[in-house]
């Protein structure tokens, strides 16, 4: 790691801002916007974090198939996989595997080519980043996949710790909704990723909150680096893996504390796969 420590130090003397300070974006809004012309290519100014970055042309870039660890608030192996994302393509002209869109943000959704080397497979690799797929999406994942289970294998950054231990990964936990939650108990909704190895069948699954209350996970066969979205009220559940898995607790009332809560998932064992709290205090990444 010394050379990228020492790459990083001469861009931050020498370029001041290039690692760039922002507001916390919502990764978990993917709403396709082609209100604004998709590059093909262009230069990388700055580096928010490991999957955010804006070229010179202002146009700010989500990169696809992986998710990384926050910086805020912060998460274990966030600013390792900012520096590497940074020393790969900061200042450098990359080309866009873009998914035709821009996401509700408008930000690109692209996959980011440096030198021959893809990105998100390079922080796959390194155990900095887990898969993470939004369908439609017709990619070839082979190599996404074999770069994450030699990272797992290996135990390398993220698989080292406790909170990539489980086949589920929370990935963000809106507790708030938009206006009044009792009105709008959709707007509650986490948004769920499968880390593990192997597709997994939800059903059995349950989730519960910091009081212990608990609700059952519908099913539905959530493939390798899909994720899905559990909204708290009704609707009609969408389990076809081509478009985006979306399940409904069915609680006529919001569930999730607007203050301060905490989401626990429990296998079908009655084992905990992951937790993911909630403080109105702190961002929601």
Same mark, same amino acid.
Not at 101 to 120: A, E, I, Q
């Given at each position: 790691? $010394?050379?990228?420590?020492?790459?990083?130090?001469?861009?931050?003397? =020498?370029?001041?801002?290039?690692?760039?300070?922002?507001?916390?974006?919502?990764?978990?809004?993917?709403?396709?916007? =082609?209100?604004?012309?998709?590059?093909?290519?262009?230069?990388?100014?700055?580096?928010?974090? =490991?999957?955010? +970055?804006?070229?010179?042309?202002?146009?700010?870039?989500?990169? !696809?198939?992986?998710?990384?660890?926050?910086?805020?608030?912060?998460? =274990?192996?966030?600013?390792?996989?900012?520096?590497?994302?940074? $020393?790969?393509?900061?200042?450098?002209?990359?080309?866009?595997?873009? $998914?035709? %869109?821009?996401?509700?943000?408008?930000?690109?959704?692209?996959?980011?080519?440096?030198?021959?080397?893809?990105?998100?497979?390079?922080?796959?690799?390194?155990?900095?980043?887990?898969?993470? &797929?939004?369908?439609?999406?017709?990619?070839? +994942?082979? @190599?996404?996949?074999?770069?994450?289970?030699?990272?797992?294998?290996?135990?390398? %950054?993220?698989?080292?710790?406790?909170?990539?231990?489980?086949?589920? *990964?929370?990935?963000?936990? *809106?507790?708030?909704?938009?206006?009044?939650? !009792?009105?709008?108990?959709?707007?509650?909704?986490?948004?769920?990723?499968? &880390?593990?190895?192997?597709?997994?069948?939800?059903?059995?699954?349950?989730?519960?909150?910091?009081?212990?209350?608990?609700?059952?996970?519908? @099913?539905?066969?959530?493939?390798?680096? *899909?994720?899905?979205?559990? *909204?708290? %009220?009704?609707?009609?559940?969408?389990?076809?893996?081509?478009?985006?898995?979306?399940?409904?607790?069915?609680?006529?009332?919001?569930?999730?504390?607007?203050?301060?809560?905490r989401a626990t998932i429990y296998d079908r064992y009655g084992r905990v796969v992951d937790a993911r709290e909630h403080h109105a205090d702190r961002p929601n990444p």
């Amino acid at each position: 790691m $010394s050379w990228r420590i020492a790459f990083l130090v001469a861009i931050a003397s =020498g370029a001041g801002s290039a690692l760039a300070e922002e507001p916390s974006i919502d990764p978990d809004v993917m709403l396709v916007s =082609g209100d604004k012309p998709v590059p093909t290519e262009g230069s990388v100014s700055s580096v928010y974090d =490991g999957d955010t +970055l804006t070229l010179s042309s202002g146009d700010k870039v989500r990169l !696809r198939w992986v998710n990384t660890p926050e910086l805020r608030p912060p998460e =274990g192996y966030g600013p390792e996989a900012r520096d590497l994302a940074a $020393s790969l393509v900061l200042q450098k002209r990359v080309s866009l595997l873009t $998914s035709g %869109g821009r996401d509700g943000y408008g930000r690109l959704l692209s996959g980011v080519v440096v030198d021959g080397k893809n990105l998100s497979v390079a922080l796959l690799e390194a155990g900095l980043a887990h898969l993470f &797929i939004i369908p439609p999406d017709s990619t070839d +994942l082979t @190599a996404l996949v074999s770069a994450q289970e030699r990272a797992r294998a290996a135990r390398r %950054g993220v698989w080292s710790t406790v909170r990539y231990a489980g086949g589920l *990964h929370i990935t963000s936990f *809106h507790a708030n909704a938009d206006g009044d939650d !009792r009105e709008n108990v959709n707007g509650e909704y986490l948004r769920v990723c499968n &880390i593990s190895p192997q597709p997994i069948d939800l059903a059995g699954y349950r989730i519960a909150d910091i009081s212990g209350r608990n609700w059952e996970i519908p @099913a539905a066969l959530l493939p390798v680096g *899909h994720t899905v979205k559990l *909204h708290s %009220g009704s609707g009609a559940q969408q389990v076809d893996s081509a478009a985006q898995i979306e399940l409904f607790l069915g609680s006529p009332d919001p569930i999730w504390n607007n203050g301060e809560d905490r989401a626990t998932i429990y296998d079908r064992y009655g084992r905990v796969v992951d937790a993911r709290e909630h403080h109105a205090d702190r961002p929601n990444p």
